[in-house]
């Protein structure tokens, strides 16, 4: 089975991949006719594709998100790969194939990620910033071991939130070690509030967000944890005045460090200041990571990536 | 008595006025002595003043916030007035002289100002909106009726944020009959809510901001604000997601309009659009107006106003 | 007949609507066939249209600005909706029907607000002031009461720009009361003149502008009328350097508010600084209200506004 | 004598300089005494001054814009050159000196450089622009052989504006020879009308600029040269819709190239890319060269240049 | 023969051109075809053009940067020119025509171009500066006598960076006789040098710029010249430390004039601020007149022009 | 002995300090006095120190950079402590004291923090990369023990250019353990590199920079060491055009982001994108922590950090 990183044109093949978008569209000619604009995935990237001369039938069958068989051949259009279909069929159950194999998913399992996020949660030594952490994190309970970190821009993937946050905590175990003078208990805590709210703030499936919710649109996430924060701490009975709430608040409030990246105060605490880069530090070099990884080893240049203000990276020969 | 906005150099006068700030400093002369470097005020406006030839018993008598008896003479210094103070003296009970006739305030009384918001609250038609904006209106209560809306920005003086709120509900109420498709409940309440917080992000005494509080510099009124109306649906048993509170929320995180402005979220309701104008208008013509009004009438040109680009306003002639 | 704002897919349909835009296109196809690329409109909203198959007559017959009887399929195509024309033919006069019935107009008639605007205008107490604006008035008197006040922005439509005036000086009328150091004269007047060159800077037909003219791409609006203003005080014997001409000009040349809004100069009256938010809250809420008007009330959401830094507007369910 | 740019502290010198700036102000001192603020300038430069112990006498004596014969010794205070004065009277007829001899002035006499303009004015072909630019010149002719360009930022002396033109029309003459494209009438109009504004602008004596009138708050020199050429046209029977008006009122309100720069509308003639073009190599080239020239040789680098991003020059040795 | 920038909808015409850019697409219809996406040029503009139809062995015959006789019609496509090729052939030895014929040239010779830059190169008088230029000329004397000066931006045609160094060159030798405090060997090296490195940043044939290279892209022109100088002062035996090579490594790394632009330091030497403007008025005006020069003469305005703001030009009529 | 950090007004102290700043002033008193206008530093802090009654002997005694006994006492003076000085020595042999106490140093010994780099140095798997970094440490190896990584804005002590070095390598040895795709040399040169040219880009003593180089003015650190790297492959006969020298210069000029912040290109490489974000933790981390430290512990807020956004770091009490 050709993995969908490894197409080339002009070659022919027979494989399973999932549905990740799919349109019925009308041709221009006389009769129009149906075709199907579809996004094909699997675990090591997407394609686009395209079926022409679509029955009824075929309309009532395939959705976005179905395991489908495909026949197809690989074109070139407009400088970039796409499928032509030639035959299409749902995947059957004696075909043995999971949905979890046709998916992006971060590199560990979102058993262990939750393990490690739920150790260092256990790990916070001030009793009010652990019971504020518990509740949030409790809060998204069902969803953040299977949800991205974000639609398109960073860790966009099954379980790519709870990869970012682990990640970010080991940066945060060093860094805690290199500079004692920081809270290590602020470290933890404001890593895993930092964007706690983003499974209320997008509506996701198998990793990939269909669109944002009314409070991710009215809201954003980053006031919403600031939210959360306060009904945490009126659940647990802490007051709402007290150091440990208006510092977790601020924290999560400025790790965008700028209005013009989103957030509403800048940082005034050693541990926003830190979180700040420590979050665009791993945010960043996972997007190079993950767009070297997709981009197949014959191109010496990336595609352009959004958030290294459309740069593409190149492989160097040394 | 001479009005301080009347003081003109090289005039000699007597009067009584409150010393707004106050600060003991040295010469540069050998041996250096110590002389009061003052602000003094009426509710005309205020002016710089120096007493030379302080006695150890002068430093222990006048403070900030003291009402003064003064004899002294104007003079100009760097194009500015100031006063040479020569005699001075603690007002006394039978001087029969009030603090609040030497502050700057809002031209209605706290009362009537207060009397009007909560009559507005009272017409809030929607019962679940109007019992946060209750809510938020009580924690501030004791605050309400006399905190300035800014430290120098606009409405800095006495009860100066009720007047703002009860300017603003002029022009809501307006606006709601020209335009029936706003929600007036909605108005009311966002006018009622947007600087609800501001009282305890600032720190003021009789209209006078001398600092910010910490929440006021780690989360900041528009994030406060939020918060509150999170605790105040708790309080009130209202669901958290339901509409109202993230409407209620999005229109108070939204009232500055752009991020570098201060807001993590742009208007996304009508009423949002509208509540940015309505306080920006009523906030920018208050500048223009208290300027003009502190402005000798004989001036053609106001100081420059940093809250209009720091740009000056010109008296035409008609 | 089906008004356009209540078009679904997949209807077909048989009603009378204009031709906005037309554009004879060639398919891909070999041999390639000429097809019309279509904007048709009615007073309720506007849809593309396609009609494949075109014969050499058909071309002869179909223009922009051409009232057709339409039989048609709505299909969806790239998430908008489109029709697919069967048979078109010209209006005839038997179908009795009216252009002005097929266009977005002001919900006021344009000789009520004529009728409006010179009521205004005679209410002028200064009779210099009153007669530079009544100079400009005229200069347009044959465009103001048809002519839109902006190309896509706001008030896209048949009278939109006397009917942005007329709600202007609605709000201009409230703020002079609110607040009586404002010079109702020079509100009045610069509310009438702010985009009095406007219908000199487009080319517009029945509410629709199909281009810039020479003056308004070299000149643009705000400095056109500066212009006009000299010239009507040299035409009415005033002089150019007292303050009433300079005010005015001042006002007009300002109420952009800042030079990358298009201000050569910033407020720096009373008036200039009331009339840019008295202009942007009127602009901007027609906005809010004419997308909401034109969005079908099943969608929750608008489609995104330019004028509104592209964020789209909600319908709150209280 | 010393010229002011060759003083080096602790020299005494005594010599003749024109008080450019004068202010009485008061010691710390107790009994504060009365003392002078002064700015002394001649041809090469100015010092700020200071002249202690100063009678009634002097005060009725000394003003700005008089020439005096200082004896005085030159210190170091806060790193800057200052003067301070030990005897000051005014200068006699017997004295023999000349007000021009003291002020900074254009290195081309103000009647050579007028003649070079009205010579330019003369040759251009079309008489309709001819006409125009004309009217114009008129209107400041008796400002324009001694108006500084500009406040402070380039060319701010004796003649500096008619200088400015003079140096922009032989590069203009160049330019047209390089590319004939370009209309010369057009080139050598929009050189002259430019800033033609600026003597109404603001309020200067002998070249040195003390404010900017109400026009040129209100209107700035753009929007002023603008309306001028609405004046000239209809004064000269000009229709004010042709290209020619049109074309010069876009020359002079584009030259500033961008909003934030002043100018409403962006070049779109090639004659208006040309002149800011020429305007801008002018102006910065005068800068640094005038600030070289005040700057002593015996430092490398000049003071930072406004006009220049704040950046100071360097003198390279080759 | 048609020249492309005198074709008009719906002429019939068969001519030589040469083939720029093609892509072998292929059709939405089923079975897909595959057509030819090309485009055309000569030697006054160029224009695209579809050939649908398209055989094995056409695939095999057509590639950019070959020679073809063309017969097709020219149709309206979406506001814009387009051929539509009835036969295409490749242009025969018998045909008699050259590549040179076909592709954009600046108005000069190549040979002259490059003579005249010697000749400058021979009359700097400074030795030191005159082999570090000498150095850099050498390193691309292959490529200065075809280059083009950019992808898009302006002088993009064969010869085209010679043709603006000498047209800089007439500018600088202009600047320095009406400005002598410039040294001349500075401007003249600083003109030579400013993009000296730009036949190594990008990859061109004919005047065409096919892609950027990777020095180009990792490093920029600017720093690869600054790199360069240091290459030509070791290679020469000059202190990397004189005034010399930082002067010209100086002049060079800011003749952007601001980080935005791309240099990573603003101009603060004489010759530095006056290379700035000679380049940019060189650079603008060139736009502007090869855009009037390739827009038929029928046309008022030009298309928009990326280098001036997207602003399009007008052609005056006076 | 009274360390500066912890002087409180009105304390008497008698101790050592070094005189980091000095110049004589003259009172405006008749006569004036002259006085000495002071900086004293100690390794905790430093503080303005006025010194009245100045003797001839006085100023030709003391300098910046001397040793000096002090007694004095402590005022405030404008919200900030000043000392004022009774008495003052030149520090003698017998009161061995070193200069090095008394100003502020990396918390690690130079002769470390060189160990340290060197180890990494010889850590450098790639032998083209090692000689590049090797060579241009070799350039500054005199002064990179002891010279600070900046004049005000971070490290700005003894030796904290090499501790910035240490520190970064730090983070970069965890950042390639935890990323094994980043190319371990790359990051340890880049990090070595990215500000090897400082040393030559200021003028310093004793970690205190009194001035930028001329290099440092017309070129910045940024370019200066890429043109290192030029010369270090010239001089190591490396291929200027190979992936290794165009790598290194590409992450050294574009360390710093942003044009607007001083890198004239994008990062491109993955180990650029990570070097730009360990400078950055590394940078704001310091500058944090230094903060913090010269802060009295018994104030909550630190003064405003310039490179933080001019904001305060508050002391959480949790």
Excluded at 27 to 46: E, H, Y
Excluded at 160 to 176: D, K, Q, S
Excluded at 182 to 199: F, M, T
Excluded at 225 to 241: F, K, P, V, Y
Aim: hydrophobic fraction near 45%; charge should be negative; proline fraction near 5%.
């Amino acid at each position: 089975m050709t993995l969908i990183k490894q197409m080339q044109a002009p070659d022919e093949f027979v494989g399973f991949y999932l549905i990740k978008e799919l349109e019925v569209k009308q041709t221009n000619t006389t009769p129009a006719k149906d075709f199907m604009d579809i996004v094909l995935c699997d675990a090591s990237g997407q394609i686009s594709a395209k079926m022409w001369d679509v029955s009824a039938a075929d309309k009532e069958t395939f959705f976005p998100m179905t395991l489908v068989k495909v026949q197809g051949i690989i074109q070139t259009y407009r400088d970039k790969l796409q499928v032509k279909i030639g035959r299409l069929r749902k995947a059957l159950p004696e075909d043995a194939i999971q949905m979890t194999d046709f998916i992006r998913s971060a590199p560990i399992s979102p058993v262990d990620l939750i393990h490690t996020i739920n150790q260092v949660l256990e790990s916070i030594a001030n009793p009010t910033i652990k019971s504020i952490v518990s509740f949030c994190v409790t809060k998204v309970a069902d969803k953040l071991n299977h949800y991205p970190a974000a639609k398109t821009h960073h860790h966009a993937y099954f379980a790519g939130l709870a990869y970012h946050i682990v990640r970010m905590l080991e940066i945060g175990e060093f860094i805690c070690k290199q500079r004692p003078f920081l809270n290590a208990d602020l470290i933890k805590a404001g890593i895993i509030l930092h964007d706690i709210a983003k499974p209320e703030e997008m509506i996701a499936q198998l990793g990939i967000v269909s669109d944002y919710s009314l409070q991710g649109k009215l809201l954003g996430h980053i006031s919403m944890a600031s939210n959360w924060i306060t009904e945490a701490a009126i659940h647990e009975g802490i007051d709402l005045q007290s150091d440990v709430v208006i510092g977790l608040q601020h924290i999560v409030l400025s790790h965008h460090n700028l209005p013009e990246w989103g957030s509403p105060v800048l940082p005034q605490l050693p541990e926003a200041v830190a979180l700040h880069y420590i979050d665009s530090m791993d945010a960043k070099l996972q997007m190079v990571e993950d767009t070297l990884l997709t981009t197949p080893e014959t191109e010496a240049w990336t595609p352009m990536i959004r958030g290294l203000e459309n740069k593409a990276i190149y492989r160097l020969n040394l």
